[in-house]
């Protein structure tokens, strides 16, 4: 099973912007889409957007739309995520997710990352 490896979070300032990075091990004959979610504490995972490895189709939640970015790199294993505008309710611990469709639904994903907190102080 592949692994995926989150980097990029950390203490930023309302206003700011961020880019997360996910590093995929490897891909399996299943892993055709890379996504990010991100839970909050006290709340439940939310799907933020999401990518497909062979063709880079995009799926951006509507509550994410305008500020929220997903990329992928030209080989096609690692997923960025870039946030705009960062505001203290983006204060979170984002997850980078593989599965083998481009989807909003959790279960959808097969590999998680162990997650990369952010912070953004009020």
């Known amino acids: 099973q592949e692994t995926l490896t989150e980097s990029g979070g950390g203490l930023v300032q309302p206003g700011d912007s961020l880019v997360l990075s996910c590093v995929l091990s490897?891909?399996?004959?299943?892993?055709?889409?890379m996504a990010w979610f991100r839970q909050a504490p006290g709340k439940e995972r939310e799907f933020l957007a999401a990518i497909g490895l062979n063709a880079g189709g995009t799926y951006v939640s509507p509550s994410a739309r305008g500020r929220f970015t997903i990329t992928l790199n030209d080989g096609k294993d690692a997923a960025y995520l870039r946030v705009n505008s960062l505001k203290p309710e983006d204060t979170a611990v984002y997850f980078c997710?593989?599965?083998?469709?481009?989807?909003?639904?959790?279960?959808?994903?097969?590999?998680w990352g162990r997650g990369t907190q952010v912070t953004v102080p009020s």
């Open positions: 490897h891909r399996t004959v299943n892993t055709y889409a």
């Open positions: 997710a593989s599965g083998s469709a481009v989807s909003a639904t959790a279960e959808h994903y097969d590999s």
